[in-house]
């Protein structure tokens, strides 16, 4: 299978810890910026599918403004449940871009 990388949004564009939402190919994705590390996980809840950019970030938990589901956005494992998860992708900067591994 051939990888499919696509790029996101500007590096310069991330701010510590602020959620910001991208469509890479229509996918809506989440990139967070956490120190050197750049997360990126599906903008879309595990529980009913609310947007997770307006979740409140502490650490490396994410919590759903809906009904306050809290997912680790290293893996995306539901905290109360780690069987479920929110699909997480590789991310990498590259000439100061932000590029989102698909496949
Ligand atoms: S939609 Fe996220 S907790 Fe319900």
Redesign the pocket.
Known sequence: MTEEWAETAAQDALKEGVPHPVFPKGLPVLLIRRGAEIYALENR?A????PLAAGKLEGHVLQ?P????RFDIRDGKFLDAPELAIKTYAAEIKDGKVFVRLS
Not at 66 to 69: A, I, Q, T, Y
């Open positions: 809840c529980h009913m599918g609310c759903c809906c009904h306050d589901w």
